[in-house]
């Protein structure tokens, strides 16, 4: 019987929290920007309107969905495959995109001026950080 409390097995019960707490946050962004698109669209119309990204918001708009959808499911999906076979490659996928979806939303809060609304992020960006490295086979 293998000893529970290694740190083999709290890597790896790390690994399957991290990738669950990945797939909620950036499914349920995604998934509010599909569901409510006008309503998400026009608060960056005007979130964006006096900065030099003013006229990219459609590209914005979409590309951001598409990361944070796609962050989600690879995340959720890892989540069930850390699971079923103890395989970390698809989380830390989720991880990844997670990471670059973050740093397009902290350079647009950064071009926007918003400092506030940058500096939420940086939590979400320290632990998408430590999801890579924790999922990052050693």
Do not use: W
Request: with cysteine; charged share 10%; net charge neutral.
């Amino acid at each position: 019987m293998s000893n529970v409390n290694s740190p083999e097995t709290a890597s790896y019960i790390l690994q399957i929290l991290v990738s669950a707490f990945l797939a909620i946050l950036f499914l349920q962004s995604g998934i509010d920007k599909v569901v409510d698109r006008r309503g998400n669209r026009a608060y960056l119309d005007q979130h964006f309107a006096k900065s030099p990204l003013a006229g990219t918001v459609g590209v914005m708009f979409v590309v951001i969905t598409i990361l944070e959808v796609s962050a989600g499911a690879l995340s959720g999906m890892g989540c069930v495959v850390l699971i079923l076979t103890r395989d970390p490659t698809v989380a830390f996928l989720g991880a990844v995109v997670g990471a670059i979806n973050l740093c397009a939303l902290f350079f647009g809060q950064r071009v926007a001026r918003d400092y506030v609304g940058a500096a939420a992020l940086v939590p979400y960006f320290l632990l998408v950080l430590s999801a890579i490295y924790l999922l990052a086979e050693h």
